[in-house]
């Protein structure tokens, strides 16, 4: 059976979420307090709940355990999400992600149970900040502190060259690891694969070096 999901808290973050699960056929409780919040997304999940996720025996009413995995998708009430983190942990929820506010806050939430917390606004901001500096630059993901994934389009003085001739390893210390042509994805290009216009490499490497690799390949 394909995994289950609950995602706690429907405003705009998590509602796109479960959506989006749903949309990949996957099964999806949403939960908010809000009656309102159920109505607006009752069609875009299997099941929407109403229910206070502060209050551990509603969440054991709903068979919270079964999930698994649960999303804690509260934002601006900070100590509703840290309590229904800590209450899924002590009720043995098998994997919790949780969506942190800021540093602080996703600190907390590791502390008490969570097992993944995403950043949402910070990390969006990072990846508009990347688009920002170069145009070309369509996608930019964290991997770890220092390490990135960027998708890139290719600059007119690449087109025609082959990898191997523009030694990207070399000369700014990031690795091709697949490129995008129209349609196609090709996730193990050769060294002689040749570069077409409108071209995206997805480029792996330091942050310092692809910042490099942004600004001048
Ligand atoms: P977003 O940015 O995703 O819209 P947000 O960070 O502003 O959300 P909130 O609006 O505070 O976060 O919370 C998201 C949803 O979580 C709201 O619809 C709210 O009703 C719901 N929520 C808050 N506290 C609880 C709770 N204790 N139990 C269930 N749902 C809750």
Not at 83 to 109: D, F, P
């Amino acid at each position: 059976m394909s995994k289950q999901f609950a995602v706690i808290g429907m405003g705009r973050f998590g509602s796109s979420v479960a959506r989006t699960l749903y949309e990949m056929d996957y099964e999806v409780m949403g939960i908010d307090e809000d009656e309102e919040k159920i109505n607006e997304n009752i069609q875009y999940v299997t099941h929407a709940v109403a229910a206070d996720s502060t209050d551990e025996m509603a969440l054991k009413e709903i068979g919270i355990r079964n999930f698994d995995v649960v999303v804690v998708a509260i934002g601006a009430d900070i100590q509703a999400s840290i309590l229904t983190t800590l209450i899924l942990k002590e009720m043995g929820v098998k994997k919790i992600v949780a969506k942190a506010q800021n540093e602080r806050h996703g600190q907390v939430l590791y502390k008490v149970g969570a097992d993944r917390v995403v950043f949402p606004e910070r990390d969006m901001g990072i990846r508009v900040a990347h688009n920002l500096i170069s145009a070309n630059v369509l996608d930019f993901i964290e991997l770890a502190e220092d390490y990135s994934v960027a998708e890139v389009v290719v600059s007119p003085g690449m087109v025609g060259k082959t990898l191997r001739q523009l030694d990207v390893r070399a000369r700014y210390g990031v690795n091709v690891i697949a490129i995008k042509s129209g349609e196609q994805f090709n996730i193990s290009p050769r060294p002689d694969e040749v570069i077409q216009q409108h071209d995206v490499l997805v480029v792996i490497g330091h942050n310092r070096d692809l910042k490099q690799f942004e600004e001048h390949a």
